[in-house]
C-alpha cells in the first residue's frame, strides 16, 4: 500500500465499498428467487404464500458494534466469517404451513448452499420469539472472483412479525432493561399469537376443502395467465400435454 495518506484512505473507501456491494448484489440474488417463486406459485396454485418481504444491509457502524461485541477482527476476512447477518431479508406469511413451505422450496435451490436452518417455532426462544431462521450462502461473482456470501432469511406468520415488532420497540425504549411485569406480558403475548395461528390455520383449510368439494369439470376455465394476460390453450396443445403426463 502506498504510503500517502489520501491514497490510504481512497483504498480503504474501495475495499470497503467492495466487501459492502457483495453483500448487496448476494441480497438481490436472494430477492430474485423468491420473487420467482411467489409467481410461479401464484400461476400454478393460485395461490401466494408469501404475504410480503423486506431486505435489508446492516451499516458499518451496525456491523462494528457486533463485531466487538464478539471480540473484534483483524480483517475483512474475519468480519465476513463473524458476522453472518449482514444481508437478511425477512419473509411474512400468513400461515404457519407456508412458513415450512417456503423454506422447503428455498433449500431445494442447488445454488443456495444451506449453512444452517434455525426453528424457533418448534423451539421458542425463552421469550416467546416464533420464526424460522435460514443462513444460507450465496455465489456472488464478481469481475475478478466468485465470493460466496451469507444471506440470512427469517420466515414468519402476521402474527409472529408483529409481536418481534412490538418487542423490538419494547427494549428499545426501556434499553434492555425491560421490567418483569412486561417480559411476562410479552411471553403470553407471543402464546396467545401463535393460537390465533393455530386457529387460522385450521380456518384455511377448513376453507381449502369447502372450495374443493364445490369444484367441478364444467368449472373448470382452461386458460394459461401469463404476466396478467390470459391464453386460451388450443384443443391439440391440450390433447398434447395430456398425452405427454405418462411420460413425467
Known amino acids: 500500500m502506498t504510503d500517502n495518506p489520501i491514497e490510504q484512505m481512497k483504498v480503504i473507501q474501495k475495499n470497503l465499498t467492495r466487501f459492502m456491494m457483495m453483500y448487496k448484489f448476494a441480497l438481490h440474488e436472494v430477492e430474485t428467487k423468491i420473487e420467482i417463486l411467489q409467481e410461479e406459485f401464484q400461476l400454478l396454485h393460485d395461490y401466494n404464500p408469501i404475504e410480503h418481504t423486506k431486505s435489508r444491509l446492516k451499516s458499518p457502524e451496525s456491523i462494528m458494534k457486533k463485531l466487538y461485541r464478539k471480540g473484534g477482527a483483524s480483517s475483512l476476512s474475519d468480519i465476513k466469517n463473524n458476522i453472518r447477518d449482514i444481508a437478511g431479508i425477512r419473509i411474512t406469511c400468513s400461515f404457519i404451513s407456508d412458513i415450512y413451505r417456503i423454506s422447503q422450496m428455498l433449500q431445494s435451490q442447488k445454488d443456495l448452499n444451506i449453512v444452517s436452518v434455525k426453528d424457533y417455532i418448534k423451539n421458542p426462544k425463552p421469550n416467546g420469539y416464533k420464526s424460522l431462521h435460514l443462513l444460507v450462502e450465496v455465489p456472488v461473482f464478481m469481475s475478478d472472483r ?26 428499545y425504549k426501556y434499553n434492555e432493561a425491560v421490567p418483569d411485569r412486561l417480559l411476562k406480558d410479552l411471553k403470553i403475548a407471543a402464546d396467545t399469537a401463535y393460537e390465533l395461528d393455530l386457529k387460522m390455520e385450521q380456518l384455511q383449510q377448513e376453507m381449502e376443502e369447502i372450495k374443493l368439494a364445490h369444484q367441478t369439470e364444467s368449472s373448470l376455465d382452461l386458460q394459461l395467465l401469463i404476466s396478467n394476460e390470459k391464453f386460451k390453450i388450443p384443443d391439440n396443445l391440450l390433447k398434447l400435454v395430456s398425452e405427454g403426463l405418462g411420460q413425467i
Open 146 to 171: 466468485e465470493e460466496l456470501i451469507c444471506v440470512e432469511i427469517q420466515i414468519r406468520t402476521i402474527a409472529m412479525d408483529f409481536w418481534a415488532s412490538l418487542e423490538h420497540k419494547i427494549f
